[in-house]
């Protein structure tokens, strides 16, 4: 039963570390190039007044600079644009070298018309991701960095008045927090891009205080929607390369009222669409140059300013992270008539498909597609284009003569780039007024072949619908679809194609007969509810395969559907090929609740503590922790009750009661409403949880043996083993020595001290236990030696080995007067037992703890209290319960009063934790505090 056990808990132990191979390592390639300084940079420090030194001692706000411009800004008077630069969690301030150092590149190209000031806020790499108390600290710090900033612009003939914010991280969250301080004017920012910021949820919730600040940011900008108005903001996800902020947290917050936010993913951002690690969007050549290009199309020529018109901002942004029209901005054309002349060459194309190449044009020419005769038989046009010079090239003619269009509009904003070329569809019902569709071609000199190609086509033919395979198929059923017409571009549709656990590979495989070379394709995975689209870039004929997953369930009132998009050649033959990948659904529910473990993992624990002590309580004796594990774990008993509450909940009775009640929010319903809970997964974690709770337990004990032989080794082993009091005038001194270490410092580090000690105390019981086994299995031997000993010499016949013993021969014991035993041993080992899942209980309070820990350690030299501390409180509790733990035994539970609710209530905590911790990962040592304090009073009652 044992083997059984553990091979089902090492499935689902692999299962895990698939999960987790799939996220960490199993993506695209790194395709980030790396800017490079072309001078050494150099970072000023930017004096801030003293009272700002006084109160934030460990913070900096700094110019960036390069060669000459770093010399020219050495008396701190910019003239130019200023961009403030926030870092994010354990971010340094020099990450905004890459940013500058191309923006000043830029600057150069244009003659210094305009430039940008980079500034950048030094906030001591704080951990600030898993640690909220600094939040606010370092949004008051930034609000006064802006107006130190703008005093050094106030001598120019157009002082400015406004900053532009570029956040990583947590920084993103901190811009968009300044707009919650109560003295704070909207009218400072000019713009606020964040990346990789985790705008919806923290990553890890591991402090209330964390949660505190993102309620407080999104339910302001949620419902202070006219004062934000006027601050425009960009997120941009790094996608599946970011493995610390998945995607999904970085979508904004819509505004019911005004929209100002656009939320993108980097590879559906064009010139970029490639996913970027959390690192490497801050430095990512290709998303650097689009932030600055957008940057630079922001200015206002006659104020050298960012524009305050949000309508062209936001067109601005989206030309450059949305949707590129592969036209530059500023050559949009309203009408025809300055392109049209007698110069050009005009040729009317009567087919419904056409082709053209060329690489040396000395006139442009215009090809004019007749619309009136194609309505019948079709319902889009569509055209490829490689060249991408962003000139408008696509025009709807409304008047005309025999030969030449006279009247007509630009349609060059309907197209867009992609990665080997820019394409155009135009639907022929929405543009009825047109007589024909014009294509430019402008003069080109060069060397550079070009190619074009044009089709009227019906959108039915090109359109298939499948739907996807079951998630539970394995990737044994397959959904196959054909292209067999062919065409220019090609659209399949995928049903049910909309939840996060979904995860399929996709195999597109193209045939073309006629083809004597590789031609460049282009398949693009279109999500329509957010902008996470992805692109692939191949060579047909070719065999391909593409993941593909969701960043962002489909909401509840969309009934959009998922497109995969072939622009290919129209010579070539299609089959594509969709089936599960098993490995690739354990990463996303890994990805999206791989944050939920711990909670499950703890879960367990209890149940099997409960199952120990129920042990005790029937036959005076505890089991093995994994034992009890595998007795007590069940889903069963926690996921029905919790499932039946969320179900409750629905019903307005049950919520009456639920707050008179006081209880919070039920955790499994905040993720329903997010889009990120669906049905079995909490089955699947709780698996998960088990056979991390039993793997770990073992290792732990592995680990935990190895410190017994070291300690061993260097020590001497007593087999004197003493039961005193649960409470001794040195333990309460422990105990309040570090309640005061707690509250004057930090409390996780009270509790790692507290935790060390009960880490050595197991190490002693199980070096207790050996020590025991040897002695009482040398017992026998040393009364034989005796026994030889006494025969081979001379004595009295009447004088036995316990009458005449030998000086040198004794017989161990475990105090003065017993001597070793069976039940001494198995007393031990019940003590061991008890303690040692106590111990693996406080080792998850510990590593929820960590965080504070890290950041009070890290800010020690600033200052040695923790305020405001998240783990204070708990570490109060969890010491005092320890302090009588660590002296308690096994025996002195088995008469205990207490010890059946103990046992009982451990379930209901079980189920607790899974109920409030989901959401709420701090709340995990909140519950195993209130099993310890029970277990420490049936030591008493």
Known sequence: MKLAAALFYGLIFCFVGIGIRDILFLHEANGCSMTYMYEYPEYKKVPLPKRLSRRYPSYGLYLYGEGVYAEENRNLR????????????????????????????????????????????????????????????????????????????????????????????????????LLTLQDFNPDLISLIITQATPHIAPVLTVDRYLLDFYDTVNSYWLLNANTVKNVTVLSVGGGFRDYQVRSGLTILPSLNIHNTTISVVSSAVPRVWISTDHLAIVWCKELVLSTVRALF???????????????????????????????????????????FGLKSVWTEIGSSSWSYSGSNEPRGKYFSFPVSSHRRNFSHFHCQSSVLDGSPWLYGCTKSDISVCLEGMDLSLESE????????????????????????????????????????????????????????????SASKVDFTSSGLMHTLQLQDFNQIYQAFTVYVESKCHSLTEELPSVYRWHIPWSNEDSFTAVSVPSSVEISAKLHVARPVNDSSVSVLHLYTSRDCQ????????????????????????????????????????????????????????????????????????????????????????????????????????????????????????????????????????????????????????????????????????SWMTCGAFALLVIYLLYVFKVVGLLTLIRT????????????????????????????????????????????????????????????????????????????????????????????????????????????????????SSTASMKTSKLLKHVARIQLPVSVAVVAFGLVHLYRVSYFIAFSLVLHALSCFV
Request: with cysteine; glycine share 6%; proline share 5%.
């Open 574 to 741: 299609y089959q594509i090929t969709i089936r599960t990948s098993f490995f690739q659904v354990l990463g996303q529910v890994i990805r999206f609740h791989g944050v939920c473990l711990p909670v499950y993992i703890v879960s367990n624990i209890l149940l099997g503590y409960g199952r120990q002590l129920s042990n005790v309580l029937s036959t005076g004796h505890s089991v093995e922790f994994d034992v009890a594990l595998d007795s007590a774990a069940k889903p069963y008993k926690v996921d029905p009750i919790v499932n039946v509450l969320k179900l409750l909940l629905r019903f307005t009775w049950f919520n009456t009661v639920w707050a008179l009640l006081f209880l919070p929010e039920l955790d499994a319903v905040i993720l329903t409403n997010q889009g990120n809970w669906y049905p079995l997964v909490s089955l699947f974690l709780f698996l998960f949880g088990t056979g991390i709770a039993y793997w770990s337990c073992i290792l732990f004990h592995f680990f935990l043996k190895l410190l017994s032989s070291l300690w061993g080794a260097l020590r001497r082993p007593s087999v004197v083993s003493e039961h005193g009091r649960l409470i001794t005038p040195g333990g309460l001194g422990l105990i309040i020595f570090l309640n005061i270490i």
């Open 297 to 339: 199309d922001l200015v206002e020529p006659d104020s050298n300013q960012i524009t305050q018109n949000q309508e062209k901002m936001k067109f601005i942004l989206s030309h450059h992270f949305v949707k590129h029209t592969a036209v530059d901005h500023e050559e949009e054309a309203d009408s025809m008539s300055p392109f």
């Open 417 to 476: 780039l992609l990665p080997t070329f820019k394409i155009v569809t135009l639907s022929l019902n929405h543009y009825l007024n047109l007589s024909h569709i014009i294509v430019y071609i402008p003069r080109t000199n060069g060397n550079k072949e070009f190619t074009l190609h044009c089709e009227f086509f019906s959108e039915e033919s090109r359109t298939a619908t499948t739907q996807v395979p079951n998630v539970f198929s394995f990737g044994i």
């Open 78 to 177: 910019p003239v130019g644009i200023p961009v403030l630069f926030l870092p994010g969690n354990a971010g340094s301030y020099k990450q905004v070298r890459s940013l500058g150092s191309v923006a000043l590149r830029k600057s150069e190209n244009i003659d210094f018309k305009f430039h940008f000031n980079f500034f950048s806020i030094d906030f001591n790499e704080e951990l600030v991701a898993f640690y909220g108390g600094s939040l606010q600290k370092q949004t008051k710090f930034v609000h006064e960095c802006i107006k130190v900033i703008l005093k050094l612009y106030k001598d120019q003939e157009l002082p400015v008045s406004r900053v532009a914010i570029v956040g990583h991280s947590m920084g993103g969250l901190v811009a968009r927090a």
């Open 772 to 887: 025991l086994k040897n002695v009482l299995n040398l017992a026998p031997k040393r009364k034989a030696e005796n026994e030889k000993a006494v025969d081979s010499r001379n004595v009295p016949e009447n004088c036995g080995v316990k009458e005449c013993p030998l000086p040198n021969a004794r017989l161990p014991a475990l105090g003065r007067d017993k001597f070793v035993s069976v039940s001494a041993i198995d007393e031990a080992v019940d003590n061991l037992r008890m303690h040692f899942t106590v111990l693996n209980l406080v080792t998850w309070a510990v590593l929820l703890s960590a965080p504070s820990l890290t950041y009070w350690f890290k800010n020690l030299r600033y200052e040695k209290r923790l305020d405001p501390d998240p783990c204070r409180h708990v570490a109060t509790v969890l010491i005092i319960a320890l302090g009588i733990l660590i002296k």
